[in-house]
């Protein structure tokens, strides 16, 4: 199936004529990412955009042409349940990715009657060095960027402080019980004194 073009998806045993062009994928792609649209509303007018003879086809075909369609637009490649993240955005960087495929398929492919989604991506995948890829670079250093600074180390990671010690519940000092104390320095074996605790299971935790 790699080495073709498909222009038509098996849904239900039956073969489904499909719109092809880069041009109704990128409609679709735009549909199927807006947040603001339900999620089944987006499925439901993406298949009716994609499937020629969609109001023909069967609702229990539904789940089986909509799996047919994500592999189409993703030309072909499993989905191994990995999330992706958003590189590229192709309304806001259209200008950057147009350029790019009409460098790559030596005509402006906006004006082709008909440009097949797989060759497009093709056409797509050919870009070099350039602005869009500098875009891209720096969208994934920023998003790597805040991921990095909003990893924080739970409380609970670090050791606890050698030189806390703790009272019993019905200890007099104050403190709720559980919540370590600071009594200062009491004489060893004076009433109150407590010896610190031994840490523990903390080996290869650090501080930074």
């Not at 086809?57 to 349940?81: H, R, T, V």
């Not at 497009?120 to 790597?144: H, M």
């Amino acid at each position: 199936m790699k080495w073709t073009l498909p222009s038509s998806l098996d849904a239900g045993g039956k073969l489904w004529a499909i719109h092809a062009d880069f041009r109704d994928i990128l409609d679709i792609i735009n549909r199927l990412t807006d947040i603001n649209t339900d999620r089944q509303i987006a499925l439901y007018v993406a298949l009716a955009l994609f499937y020629e003879d969609f109001d023909a086809m069967p609702e229990n075909c539904f789940e089986e042409a909509i799996k047919q369609m994500l592999w189409f637009i993703s030309c072909g490649e499993e989905d191994d349940g990995t999330p992706a993240h958003k590189m590229i955005d192709w309304e806001q960087d259209y200008s950057m990715i147009v350029s790019g495929v009409n460098k790559a398929a030596s005509c402006d492919v906006r004006g082709l009657k008909f440009l097949h989604w797989w060759t497009f991506i093709s056409y797509f995948s050919e870009i070099g060095e350039g602005q869009l890829a500098t875009v891209v670079s720096i969208r994934e250093k920023r998003r790597k960027h805040i991921l990095f600074a909003s990893a924080a180390i739970p409380t609970a990671a670090y050791p606890p402080d050698p030189k806390t010690t703790y009272t019993s519940p019905g200890a007099s000092s104050g403190t709720p019980p559980g919540l370590p104390s600071r009594p200062g320095n009491p004489r060893p074996g004076s009433r109150g004194w407590k010896s610190r605790p031994r840490l523990q299971g903390t080996a290869g935790i650090s501080r930074c």
